[in-house]
């Protein structure tokens, strides 16, 4: 076929040119073989040197043979190909614009140019989409090969590198595109398939996922560019529409790429209205179609935020169409529109020069915003709290809108999810950063200044109401608007006697009546009714023939003959001018002036005056917003400082950064969120603790000041708040922290120095000043020992100098310091260096000895606590330290009996009994506690420690010495099991050793100790003879010492501890108890276990400090599984809703704690259920679903839910009363129900279904199938409706109607149904024994009540009672008076771990 005469048609595919088409359409004649392509593409080449582009015309069978062999040819063929198409069209790009310029050019010659044209450029974008699918498989491959070598891979199949090569391939198109070819046409109109054709190829590059890639960052510009002209010049515009719009949906990365092209297109190109197309199409999406298309509204959502932050106010126009979505169901779209919209107030309608109309739409907007801060959707409230961070960080947010947006993100503080619970604190730190209100956020000291101002507004608007009523207000309507208040000042003046009042300003004997009137006149306008009245009953005495005074009817009423008169002289001042007008204003004094000719006088006067009460109005405001923005920060303190100790990483790390801000903008409640974080050095995630450190090093380490030791001083000023009544705990965290910064060398020389200063009084200080001072230095004590280990002798003399009085609190610091010290000289493990101690004559054991024997008979209440940590430290460093503890009890005692004989009976009277102090007697058994308890410790950790180690040594030293042939005889593994043997036998040798010492002899009768015993126990068993608080808190505290030393003497006297702990009237000597019988616990499990029962009965003591020692106790002992954990912990449970905060989430970090111990909880629920759902023992309703709640939250597993799904319907069967059935009605609705939970409950729907005529009992399970439908899959929601199907009918019409309906529902529910019945009927024949299910039913046990200890056995109802295999026996709770025969018996005992290493 001539190549004049056909005609080139673009194709839908390559196989339609090889069809026969129309008349005169170009058909490919032959596909070349692959040998052939070679020579026939040289043939090509030659023919183009000789015709240029139109030799395509001849060989375009050669170009479609290559094509359609392409990925059998060889790569070089590829290459070739691909560089002789880019010359041939490129030619044709330059020759064209000649040609299309040519008037004479023939039509021939017109269409063979078309023809050639057409067919270069399908032949070359055929060629760059077969390139680019053959990298898209290679891209395939390396994803499953790795990362490298890649670029190699795809040049080994193309040849080249083909990333190189598009990018010039698509300039060239945009070149060629760029002419203006459309002459080459039929009246110059371009064939829609030709646009396409290139476009098509623009999109199918863009479908690549690595298209978003740095490295293809000139091929998406390349794109960008070529689909921006077709845009211009080629009327493409709703083809793109509809293409990027499908992209959208179906490409999750092409968001970000199409939203920098659109913005190009809008920008550079003035295809503004292209946005307005694509946001339209996106409007009319129907919300609930993207409900349920999630790709395509991601896609949608992350290309609508894309556009808004490029080209806002070009979107802005479009707004109106996407408002729908913002009701949709799917919260991507949510978010998309409401990020339009504050970007929108970000770059478009932020500033004070708007427009009313864009005044309005920001307002809209931010309206819309608030709005959604309560979505539905916790991520659709988190994204706009984000979006309002980033608004009040640009300061874009309206100053009247500051609170309500300062009130949405306190309220947002108690959302449920975490999430916005973490970007609701970040927004309130950028309200703080950003505040235009003070750098000092104090409501303190906001509230003064308020105060002041608002008062002097009030007296500027005053003074402008009286100006304004004198000139433009109407006196009748003044009047009435005066007339309550005046009528009140009257009603109470005339109860008065008239000479009682006082008067300010007498009538003058020259003034006359007008005079008078005058002054009435204007005490009334300025509110002062007292006065006037007062001055109007001296007018009526003195002008009784004057008007309007003369009038006063003596009939009338006094009150309204006095409003009568004083309405008349307010009202009628014009007409008094007016008689006399010369004379009015002759008779005005020097500061008055006629009402006429006020207003032209003071209008000056009236401007500055308006001008003065605007800018007090002003700061009144001003000052309200800050005072009010105050509040609700402190507000939010409160709120967040119960967050700080979540269990989710990032809020903790928000809640910290917060407090920061918020001490550094001086809100004084801020020192409270500071101190709290302490604990939190203590933690187990390293970013939390990393988080603490640097709070402290910003609020801290960097003060203000102008010199090195200005800063010193501020920093150690406010390192000593912290230590204001400071609890052990803090001060042990401080610690951490000051230990951590001082390792690292964060702390200034200077700091070291000055506090030095202030420790020896080289500084003039304040006594508690000095006292921190030395805290401070045995905090860093622990970092670097250095800093104080060379001071011992100053520390000595700093607190414990022989002045008098004693100061104790410095002592005991310095007792402090020094045990850090020894702390840091400790050996390290494995060395067999002999311990660090000092010897017994060392003047730092001589001044502790006497300044605690000196002490002993001075009432000070700081002696204990001093004695208890002199008697530690001398234990810690002496050598040989009971001597010295021992000269000092026998000190003190010795003082103590010369006490008793001063008040020795005289002869006279020999039957006065002896009488001793009541603080000597509780200091002396304090301080024999401190020394048994600190010999015990000595015996255990020093004593034994030095054992081993002399051994250890021994052992090496004969090993030395050992003859070699004697060393060869065995192998070195034998001699290691030998050795290890022998080493453990001689640990058990050593423990038994200490064991036997403390059993033994520490209470011998020889000994020292035991001379206090006697003493000990009398106290303690009568509590009535010696009733002082602080002695029997004392004498308590003693007794547990001395039962930790012997086994023995605990064993004889657990029966009077637990009897104190039972039924001392004093909280604090319980609380002593509960901690010893804690500690004993651990010491002696054995022996405590059978009194287990007594520790949880103190978890329901009336004190509120009982209870929150008994709680920290047994968290302790169940945690490390010192106690066996039974039914009882129940008691642990009512915790939770304790009214004290503290104590309800020491019990909430106990079960937080548990339930990290495999399937504590899970296991403990059947019984912690029964005894809270007891009616004679458990907890009201309300309470019980508090705690259930807060423990059914713990179960996550599946297997779990099933099993107590199951259990729970079980209990239905056995439960009494109707409370019973709604308590366990609510715990299966708190349940995570699956499926297969709910077929569960489905098998054992006859446990339940009688009991659903309650109406409580329904709506629980109505419940658990409103949660199951949220999430419910097509495939299960068949058994939901089913469910609910059968408990309205059980609700509505009973348990019989459940078959009706079962037959009604088809013969493939009939065998299912028949299976259930079988089931039931013999669930009926043979009832439920108790070894079918240990966990739930087990034998009725006889019990008694707690509340009725010592009642008899009750009978049991006729209705069965489920009880559970960890109840007690039949007497629960063991009367706290207690005989002999009723201390329970050991029991199991408990293995310890280990019996031979050292206690800690």
Partial sequence: MSPQVYEFQLPLSPEELLKSGGVNQYVVQEVLSIRHLAPQLRAFQAAFQAQGPLAMLEHFDTIYSILHHFRSIDPGLKEDTLEFLIKVVSRHSQELPAILDDTALSRSDRHAHLNALKMNCYALIRLLESFEAMSSQTSLVDLDLGGKGKRARAKAAHGFDWEEERQPVLQLLTQLLQLDIRHLWNHSVIEEEFVSLVTGCCYRLLENPTIGHQRNRPTREALTHLLGVALACYNHMLSATVKIIQMLQHFEHLAPVLVAAVSQWAADYG???????????????????LSRDASGAKGFAAFLTGLAEHIPAILMSSMCILLDHLDGENYMMRNAVLAAMAEMVLQVLNGDQLEEAARDTRDQFLDTLQA????????????????????????????????????????RLADKSVLVCKNAIQLLANFLANNPFSCKLSDTDLAGPLQKETQKLQELRAQRRTAAASTALDPEEEWEAMLPELMSTLQQLLKLPQGEEEVPEKIASKETAEEVKGRIRRLLAKASYKQAIILTREATGLFQECEPFSHMDPEEPEETSFLHLLGTIFKTPAASTQKNPQG?????????????DKPNVSEPEKSRGSDELVKQEMLVQYLQDAYSFSLKITEAIGIISKMMYENTTTVVQEVIEFFVMVFQFGVPQALFGVRRMLPLILSKEPGIREAVLNAYRQLYLSPKGDSAR?????????????????????????????????????????????????????????????????????MMARGKPEIVESNLDTLVSIGLDEKLPQDYRLAQQVCHTIANISDSRKPSLGKHHSPFRLPQKHRLFERLRDMVTKGFVHPDPHWIPFKEVAVTLIYQLAEGPEVICGQILQGCAQQALEKLEERSPTQEDPKVTLMLPTFLLMNLLSLAGDVALQQLVHLEQAVSGELCRRRVLQEEQEHKTKDPKEKNTSSETTMEEEMGLVGATADDTEAELIRSICEKELLDGKQMLA?????????????????????SAAASLALGKFCMISATFCDSQLRLLFTMLEKSSLPIVRSNLMIATGDLAIRFP??????TPHLYARLRDPAQQVRKTAGLVMTHLILKDMVKVKGQVSEMAVLLIDPVPQIAALAKNFFNELSHKGNAIYNLLPDIISRLADPEGGVEEEPFHTIMRQLLSYITKDKQTESLVEKLCQRFRT???ERQYRDLAYCMSQLPLTERGLRKMLDNFDCFGDKLSDESVFTAFLSVVGKLQRGAKPEGKAIIDEFEQKLRTCH??????????????????????????????????????????????????RRTTRRHPNTQQRISKKKPRIVFSSDESSKEELSAEMMEEETPKKTTPIHRASTHRPRP
């Fill in 372 to 411: 959604h801060g309560h979505d539905v959707n916790s991520f659709v409230r988190s994204r706009v709290l984000q979006l309002f961070t980033r608004i009040v960080q640009q300061k874009a947010l309206p100053l009247t809108r500051f609170q309500a947006v300062v009130n949405l993100a306190v309220g």
């Fill in 1215 to 1217: 439960a009494r009363t």
């Fill in 710 to 778: 200005a800063r010193a001083q501020a920093l150690i000023h406010n390192l000593s708040l912290l230590l204001v009544d400071a609890s052990v705990g803090t001060i042990q965290c401080l610690e951490e922290i000051v230990c951590e910064f001082v390792q690292k060398d964060e702390l200034k020389p200077a700091v070291i120095q000055l506090l030095w200063e202030r420790a020896t009084e080289k500084v003039p200080c304040s006594p508690l000043e000095r006292c921190s001072s030395v805290m401070l230095l045995g």
């Fill in 584 to 596: 009015s204003a002759g008779n005005m004094g020097p500061g008055q002036t006629d009402c006429k």
């Fill in 1011 to 1031: 001379a206090f015993v006697p003493l000990l126990l009398k106290v303690c068993n009568n509590p009535g003879l010696y009733s002082s608080p602080e002695l």
């Fill in 1292 to 1341: 509505t019409r009973g348990l019989d109607a459940i078959e009706e309906l079962e037959l009604d529902q088809g013969s493939s529910r009939i065998a299912s149904s028949a299976r259930k019945q079988s089931t039931v009927s013999r669930r009926h024949q043979h009832p439920v024994s108790a070894d079918s299910d240990n966990d739930f039913v087990t034998p009725e046990p």
């Fill in 1086 to 1091: 054995n022996l405590v276990d059978p009194w």
């Fill in 271 to 289: 295809m503004k209205s292209i946005v307005g197309e694509i946001v339209r199409e996106i409007g009319q999406k129907c919300p609930q179609e």
